[in-house]
């Protein structure tokens, strides 16, 4: 780490530029440049960032100008239609785009073609933004477009400046223009992830620019650790100019930490009582603290989380909290306060509590090597349990006992401490803590129908993740999600007496219960029917379809299947002695279990399956176990496809 350069006063960034001439190189380019067979390729790729604290506001204006060739059909459809984002404060305007033909000819975005519309993203997620095409748009054909992005009272201080994207480019520059307060001693400083980048260059007008050519594309695999650990990027922010060592640096923001925290998490008379209401007549250490942790999730309004329904008028009224007493007292507060709430009651019950920085894996994986408490600025609650540090966040939505969120599992956390802080790792969940059992009891019809009941039950982060993402659903759309995601797999099924239990109970497993008939299930040929027991893995494909992989395969968390099938056989039908599929055990990562049987009568066919994979949080595997990795899936996908015969009587037409 090193500093970027001194801070300089700023001044607004003054009217939009022209456009830059086109090369001719760049309409004779037939042929992609970084990477063959690209579809389309950004000639270049340039931001300005400019910090301002003009008339004592502050404000950040990026302006962004981005040209690209298109190679093919699928480059036009992909990158014509350009829609932007627009959220909280930040603001879109000056846009402004054309299309450079092949002959010369150059083609104008008109004002009127630009709107201002709601974006669909990932799972239906719906966000405001700016949309436009550029017009005209062939292969062999240049588009290029502009725009000035506003964000009032922000600095970029802690900004990620992303050096790869999902289009090769020829040439990436950001253009950064800091705040100079001669008084002040910080600078604007860089730390560089994935790549080496040049060293930032003095421009005119106060710019300091940093490039790199022949970026290639970054492309996501499936399985994969997360994509800021991957790609190239740059992290710029403000800190006082002065080299870090980064274990005295931990030590002394643990220390700073405690000397914070010490006094909000200290327990006045009522917190005392409380705390002492609260693990009356309860015997086990892990037993008082969950009943510390439920009261905090359930007496105390949490203003942070949309799950309190509150309006944005009710927030206001809710007042700033001093102390875990008036937290307590007002039965409110925003995270950080139900936080501290805990950490005082958890003392005042006789425990040893103290607040913990905890990184998250799902952004970037943690390294202490790199001194900033930007990378692990969540907090939760450590609790000494004999003499091992347990971990706990009252805030975040069903958890279970003992349980934290999957980004925070088996992470190097910072403990507060009057002397100095210290390291230790998080718990985390088992495989069979996070069980996805399936129950399904039918009855086979001689023409392949299948009909019956199933019960599907989840715990642990995959409970959690279906009560968050069903949460925010009525009734109605649950039951259409669901059924939706059961005709994606078995288009011919129809479900009825739909029920979901459980969804706003952290303590309880998530339930869903309904019937189903799923005509043409089986298939007759003449005299025999072929069906595939495994109900609940039919049609799904492959886990790892690629033959070769660039990134190593990273999995969120471990889980355990355990399902189980009964189905009654059609009279005048008999099942041939079944052959079981094949198990196998997976070393130090799981194992797979599977059997076939019938009952004493041959009437029933009864189908087991257990998967476990995760153990230990094995849960990041090198690239070159890749062969191996996609084996194991390709075998259990191979055994849940297994199919059994039953042949028809005699007397069966």
């Not at 579809?39 to 270049?44: G, K, Q, T, V």
């Not at 069979?432 to 019960?455: C, I, M, Q, S, W």
């Not at 471990?558 to 198990?583: A, N, Y």
């Amino acid at each position: 780490m090193r500093p970027l350069l001194l801070l300089t006063l700023c001044a607004g960034m003054g009217t939009a530029e022209n456009w830059r001439p086109v090369d001719p190189s760049e309409i004779a380019q037939k042929t992609p440049r970084v990477e063959p067979g690209a579809d389309a390729e950004a000639i270049f790729w340039d931001v300005k960032v400019e910090d301002d604290a003009s008339g004592g506001d502050l404000r950040l204006t990026l302006n962004h100008y981005i040209r690209i060739k298109i190679f093919s059909e699928h480059g036009k459809e992909q990158y014509a239609k350009v829609e932007i984002e627009q959220f909280g404060k930040r603001r879109i305007a000056d846009i402004a785009g054309r299309t450079i033909k092949a002959d010369g000819t150059i083609i104008e975005l008109k004002k009127d073609g630009i709107f201002d519309r709601e974006l669909v993203r990932a799972k239906g997620a719906k966000v405001r933004g700016k949309t436009f095409t550029l017009p005209n748009v062939e292969v062999g054909d240049i588009i290029e477009y502009r725009y000035r992005e506003y964000r009032d009272n922000e600095l970029a201080s802690y900004m990620r400046l992303y050096f790869q994207r999902d289009i090769p480019m020829w040439n990436v520059t950001y253009h950064v223009k800091p705040l100079n307060i001669p008084w002040a001693p910080f600078t604007m400083r860089s730390m560089s992830f994935a790549f080496q980048p040049q060293p930032f260059k003095k421009e005119p007008d106060g710019y300091f620019a940093t490039s790199m050519s022949n970026m290639p594309a970054f492309r996501q695999e499936a399985y994969m650790p997360p994509e800021d650990q991957l790609r190239a990027w740059m992290l710029i922010y403000y800190e006082e100019d002065k080299k870090l060592d980064p274990e005295k640096y931990w030590k002394e923001l643990g220390k700073t930490d405690f000397a914070k925290f010490k006094q909000l998490t200290s327990a006045d008379s009522q917190v005392k009582r409380t705390a002492a209401e609260l693990v009356t007549g309860i015997d086990k250490p892990v037993n008082k603290l969950a009943a510390l942790d439920l009261f905090c999730r359930t007496k105390i309004v949490n203003a942070s989380s949309s799950a309190s329904h509150l309006t944005a008028e009710q927030r206001k009224t809710i007042k700033e909290n001093h102390s875990p007493g008036d937290t307590l007292k007002q039965k409110a507060g925003w995270s950080m306060d139900i936080d501290y709430l805990f950490a005082a009651l958890a003392n005042a019950a006789g425990f040893e509590a103290r607040m913990a920085r905890i990184p998250d894996r799902s952004d970037t994986f943690f390294d202490r090597r790199r001194p900033s408490w930007y990378f692990i600025d969540n907090f939760s609650v450590a609790v000494k349990v004999d003499d091992q540090w347990l971990f706990y966040d009252p805030t975040s939505r069903f958890l279970e006992q003992g349980m934290l969120r999957w980004q925070e599992e088996g992470e190097p956390a910072l403990i507060a401490d009057p002397k100095e802080g210290f390291w230790t790792n998080t718990q985390h969940l088992e495989p069979p803590r996070t069980l996805r059992r399936h129950r399904g009891t039918f009855k086979l019809l001689d023409n392949g129908t299948l009909e019956g009941a199933v019960e599907y039950m989840y715990t642990g982060h995959a409970g959690r993740g279906y009560k968050l993402e069903y949460g925010e659903m009525s009734a109605a759309q649950q039951e259409e999600d669901w059924k939706k995601s059961l005709k994606d797999r078995l288009s011919t099924a129809e479900i009825s007496a739909f029920e979901m239990k459980n969804l706003d109970d952290a303590m309880l497993p998530l339930i869903v219960k309904h019937e189903v008939t799923v005509p043409g299930y089986a298939t007759r040929t003449g005299k025999r029917i072929l069906l595939q027991p495994a109900f609940f893995q039919r049609n799904i494909g492959p886990r790892f379809t690629a033959t070769t992989r660039k990134w190593d395969i990273y999995f969120d968390y471990g889980w355990r299947e355990d399902d189980e099938v009964t189905i009654d056989i059609p009279d005048g039908w008999e099942l041939d002695d079944p052959v079981s599929p094949q198990s196998t055990d997976i070393q130090n990562m799981g194992e797979y279990k599977v059997k076939v049987l019938k009952t004493k009568d041959g009437r029933k066919l009864i189908y087991q399956r257990q998967f476990e994979w995760g153990r230990n949080m094995n849960l990041l595997l090198p690239v070159k176990a890749y062969e191996n990795v996609k084996k194991i899936f390709d075998f259990v996908q191979e055994q849940d496809g297994y199919t059994i015969s039953l042949k028809a009587a005699a007397n069966v037409p």
